[in-house]
């Protein structure tokens, strides 16, 4: 590529991830805070609702079972309809059902047993987030060559921990400290936290855009680059047999990583919804720094999340970026367990536990885009997203055990014992589409292509 070439290049990627990045990072943190801020209100509504462990668990993970629904479907909307009215529609739905978690119990809700109304309402929302990551990850595929995807959706995916570090001490003073109206603090952490994306859903209409061709915000020069790139990219898909709905099916590396992520979403979301309750028992701590401490693992993601995804783009190694995190989690989870009676070792344990939970992501989610195209891509980002299900059984499956055991000692050791069995099935993945071989066998397509 000449000089001039490389200008537009590093110009293009810059404008595209300036416009579309931090906006994309912004709504996702709060479709992660209304996911998991139930592991903070938790601590107030057991008492007015009644629910156990194995309750809230149940509940926690049941918003999952809504991924049945919408994971594949909202893919191909993503591409054959439009992402930001998609976004903008996901958006609007699941600020009102985070926003009626706060009237659980009240009549506004009927005459349904609240556990019912508790249930519901989580899988309500579950469906109505579900497409919005596998929507996300097609759409930002649609402005990213494969080799820059991987710290791109880096970038993305530090909504996650960045929700849940920020999120966890915001929910935990709100809980505290906002009664307004004689009404408790649990019912507050869903209210004001359920209503901004729903007022966010308008703004994504106007600012997103779907494709780089109805992208005016770019220069004409940078604008034909990128549609040239992401042309060539398709052209090699095409020719690999790796665009339809049946390549994606046929392939075994779709089911591994379904299974895969099944494994680290069951250990990943049990220690999302049960941290701020483990961390409670640490008495030696003061109150304070309990909820810091609870949310600390997940502000060492976001460093674990830009690393990883930045050492991936230069080594095209998408396999050995995703077992490796996934195996140290595992070991660093299940040295926090023999560590539980020294509080100040199991926190710095488990800031390295989240330093690694989450790293592993850029690498995995670039690499259906990787390995397909087209209807390919769509149908294996929403196959492989079912292993959110994980989600499912992880967080009831810990709760179920705290109420049985007393403590959270054998639900910790489920969680590591999953991450080790996920990293070591990630050891297994093959990818033919990735790498520098790739990088060069597209750039020369790329000039190809533009010379037609």
């Known amino acids: 590529m000449a000089e001039s070439g490389r200008d537009v290049a590093l110009r293009t990627r810059v404008h595209v991830t300036r416009r579309l990045i931090p906006y994309l990072l912004l709504i996702y943190i709060m479709a992660y805070v209304d996911r998991a801020n139930l592991g903070v209100a938790k601590l107030g509504m057991e008492a007015d609702t009644g629910f ?56 506004f809700l009927g005459a349904l047993h609240v556990s019912t109304q ?64 004689g009404l408790p603090g649990w019912r507050w952490v869903f209210w004001l936290e359920g209503v901004p994306p729903f007022i966010m859903a308008f703004v994504s209409l106007w600012y997103l855009t779907d494709r780089p061709q109805s992208a005016h915000w770019l220069p004409d020069e940078e604008r034909t680059w990128l549609i040239d790139q992401l042309r060539a990219d398709e052209v090699l898909k095409v020719k690999a047999h790796r665009v339809s709905i049946q390549d994606a099916l046929r392939n075994p590396q779709t089911f591994l990583l379904i299974a895969i992520l099944f494994l680290i979403v069951a250990g990943n979301q049990a220690l999302i919804f049960f941290l701020p309750s483990i961390t409670n028992t640490m008495k030696a701590l003061p109150a304070g720094l309990r909820q810091v401490a609870a949310g600390l693992p997940y502000a060492c993601s976001a460093l674990g999340i830009v690393g990883n995804g930045i050492l991936t783009q230069r080594s095209g190694k998408l396999r ?27 926190v710095a344990l488990l800031c390295l536990t989240g330093f690694t939970a989450q790293a592993y992501m850029p690498a995995f989610w670039t690499l259906p885009t990787t390995l397909f195209g087209k209807s390919a891509a769509v149908t294996a980002v929403g196959l492989i997203a079912l292993g959110n299900l994980g989600g499912l059984v992880g967080p009831w499956l810990f709760g179920y055990l705290r109420d049985v055991t007393g403590n959270y000692t054998a639900g910790l050791w489920v969680a590591a014992g999953c991450m080790i069995l996920a990293g070591l099935l990630a050891t297994q993945i093959h990818v033919a589409y990735a790498g520098e071989d790739a990088r060069n066998e597209l750039e020369k397509e790329a000039r190809t292509v533009a010379q037609l």
């Not at 995807?149 to 970038?155: D, E, I, L, T, V």
């Open 320 to 346: 050995r970026h995703t077992a490796l995190p996934v195996l140290a989690t595992g070991v660093s989870l299940a040295l926090a367990v023999i560590a539980r009676n020294h509080d100040g070792i199991m």
């Open 52 to 107: 156990n462990d194995a309750v809230i668990g149940f509940g926690a993970g049941i918003f999952f079972l809504g991924f049945l629904v919408m994971n594949i479907p909202a893919g191909f909307l993503v591409e054959r309809w439009s992402a930001r009215k998609l976004i903008a529609a996901i958006m609007m739905a699941w600020g009102v059902f985070a926003s009626m978690m706060g009237f659980l119990g009240m009549p």
């Open 118 to 181: 508790f249930y519901l309402l989580r899988l309500l929302l579950g469906i109505a987030e579900a497409g919005f990551f596998p929507g996300v990850i097609l759409y930002i595929s649609h402005w990213y060559r494969p080799q820059d995807r991987a710290r791109a959706k880096g970038y993305f995916m530090l909504a996650q921990p960045i929700a849940i570090a920020a999120g966890i001490p915001i929910s935990g003073w709100v809980l505290d400290h906002i009664h307004w109206l």
